[in-house]
RNA sequence: CGGAGCGUGGCGCAGUUUGGUAGCGCACCUGUUUUGGGAACAGGGGGUCGAAGGUUCAAAUCCUUUCGCUCCGACCA
């Protein structure tokens, strides 16, 4: 491609509407442009970045044995009802009627889609295992799409469904997936970790996200600094970590803090360690009151809590709403001699001696409390994020936290489709079951956002090859016949032995030239200019490594090539 | 939805406190000279100051409402 032909409007500033660098860098490389937010048109330079991450997703899927198909965006309500979701997922759904009045939405995921078509065709275990999959705009209205294409409200998304007669199918087809995952993202020269995570709202038993490694990324994984463990933090549990206590259990004593509420602030009022107090969450669980124990110096894992009650919701009981359920006001609740509320505490806190907590009465607190003494919870379980340090569940190694973007996610459905939507299939017995099915998401385009996240430099991105948008860039400085005759030449030349190439003919100063291609990322660089051709000489310029090499006039093309070859 | 901030030519911003009829840099167009890391000079085009309503002789500036965007939380590929 000629860049005096190519639409690819560069900006030597970056927008104010953009934070990371990413997505800084995508529209300062002309990749896209904002409609609204998480809205986004992909310009040539980006759509081209794009098409190369789905043709290497497309092939490691076929490999796989999955097939390719393409499904509606446009889905009928009665659909997600049957499934039960057309509720659950509610507002993350954009929702409208046709001139009847039948009401539709557009498709944030295919389960229903993909399950309602199936649950037709599929009769008998002989059409069993079975892999479907596509590359389509996914439209969900997120609460807060941010980061540019890292989280849109539409985005492209492979999504592939397995179906399979029994959960050992379910297994093997899941482990390909698995497979044909890592491929895919190591073939598009990512560094991706798998981890451990939680099945959310798509349901199911287990759950793996492909995170890719970054600062800018929204998730916190936990990683293990001596066995493979490796597990998102909402999913992520605690070892558990006997405290030896030396001290002394002392009689209970109430003690007055008046307007000290949070941990932080009783901690230090009370001069005490936070790990020494026990933060009192007031929680409501589908509408059932519910107090909450953990150390003062953990945080809730939400998630957790809400796996182990079942619970749609949990959420916690507005200031306006506390009197009904206590009779303090939130800041000064504890456990001790509280009634008729469920009690459930963090494993941590079983092992505490003399803590501080609420007294239940405005403006105190007692000190000295000790579980089992003072008071009974119902249950002790693992309630808690875990934290840089932690140990580690599998082995007596440390947790590390580390930031990650999700560029994947897999999931054991198991029957919660089939069952819900009426997915059978005949057996060996002709007897009738329900179909096994799994669900694997690849964020196409939140990918490309993610590998930028991973290749970059205060100059602009540095595509990995395979995801580049062309290979080489040859810029022309000057406008010399020499300069010109030798550009077009290489250029059509690399051209025909299948090298995608740019050919930088704009008439343009040198520096402008260089700042371009640096910033759009191009692995490897050629300038041609009458400097160099004095000397029957090139130059090549590896945009990663910065290293920089003269290439003989005479054998030009071999030259490039070889050096293309050992760029990763 | 809760908290914070911002909307002024395509992009980045000043002007708003103290009302006086819109400005700077980049980009764009024309010409000349330039040409190895974002050129110089000269000339030029482009903005109902997010929108609506109000106060005033006069509103980018003050008041009210509203829309949009960004950031921090729950959601997720």
């Not at 990413?22 to 300062?28: A, E």
């Not at 609460?143 to 093997?172: C, H, Q, T, W």
Request: glycine share 8%.
């Amino acid at each position: 491609m000629r860049m005096s032909n190519l639409y690819l409007p560069t900006l030597k500033e970056t927008p104010a509407e953009a934070e990371v660098a990413s997505h800084q860098l995508m529209l300062r490389a002309g990749m896209m442009r904002t409609l609204t937010a998480g809205v986004y048109t992909y310009l040539p330079l980006g759509w081209r970045v794009i098409r190369k991450v789905e043709d290497i997703v497309r092939k490691a899927m076929d490999e796989s044995g999955a097939q390719e198909l393409l499904m509606p965006i446009i889905h009928t309500a009665d659909l997600w009802k049957e499934s039960g979701r057309w509720e659950e997922f509610g507002p993350l759904m954009i929702k409208f009627q046709d001139r009847k009045g039948r009401d539709y939405c557009l498709g944030p995921t295919h389960e229903e889609v993909v399950t309602a078509l199936v649950r037709n065709e599929i009769r008998s275990y002989k059409d069993l295992p079975l892999n479907l999959y596509q590359i389509q705009t996914k439209v969900r209205d997120e609460i807060r799409p941010r980061f540019g294409v890292m989280r849109g409200r539409e985005f492209i998304m492979k999504d592939a469904y397995s179906f399979d007669v029994d959960y050992e199918g379910l297994d093997k087809s899941y482990r390909i997936m698995y497979d044909a995952y890592m491929k895919a993202f190591t073939g598009c020269g990512l560094d991706v970790r798998a981890v451990e995570a939680d099945t959310g709202a798509m349901g199911g038993s287990e759950s793996h996200e492909f995170m890719v490694l970054a600062d800018a990324g929204e998730d916190r994984i936990a990683f293990c600094n001596s066995c493979s463990y490796a597990a998102n933090v909402e999913k992520a549990l605690a070892g558990e970590k006997k405290i030896r206590q030396d001290e002394e259990p002392l009689p209970v004593e109430e003690v007055h803090t008046p307007g000290q509420k949070t941990i932080e602030e009783v901690s230090e009022f009370l001069m005490v360690d936070p790990a020494k107090t026990i933060k009192a969450l007031a929680l409501l669980a589908d509408g059932e009151p519910l107090l909450v124990l953990i150390a003062g110096d953990d945080q809730l894992n939400e998630v957790k809590l809400a796996n182990y009650l079942a619970a749609k919701e949990v959420t916690a009981i507005e200031d306006e709403d506390f009197e009904k359920y206590f009779q303090s006001s939130p800041g000064f609740i504890g456990p001790v001699g509280l009634e008729g509320v469920r009690i459930l505490a963090d494993l941590r806190v079983k092992d505490m001696v003399n803590a501080v907590t609420g007294a239940n009465k405005i403006d105190y607190h007692l000190k000295n409390v000790n579980p089992g003494r003072d008071f009974t919870a119902d249950e002790y379980l693992d309630l808690r994020i875990v934290k840089n340090g932690d140990l580690c569940p599998k082995c007596s190694g440390k947790l590390e936290i580390k930031s990650g973007i999700e560029v994947g996610h897999i999931f054991k459905l198991g029957t919660k489709y089939s069952e819900s939507m009426g997915a059978t299939y005949l057996d060996e017995n002709g007897k009738e079951q329900f179909i096994v099915m799994g669900c694997y998401g690849i964020g196409i385009s939140r990918l490309v956002a993610a590998a930028i996240e991973q290749n970059n430099d205060d100059k602009g991105i540095i595509w990995p090859k395979a995801i580049a948008p062309y290979q080489v860039i040859i810029l022309a400085l000057g406008n010399d016949e020499e300069t010109i005759r030798v550009s077009e030449e290489l250029y059509s030349e690399l051209t025909a032995r299948g090298v995608e190439t740019l050919l930088d003919d704009r008439k343009e100063r040198p520096g402008v030239k260089f700042n371009d291609a640096d910033l759009i990322g191009i692995p490897l660089r050629i300038t041609v200019g009458a400097r160099s051709l004095q000397n029957n000489q090139i130059e090549a310029r590896v945009r990663r490594s910065g290293e920089e090499i003269q290439v003989k006039l005479d054998d030009a093309i071999e030259g490039i090539i070889e050096i293309l070859e050992r760029i990763e």
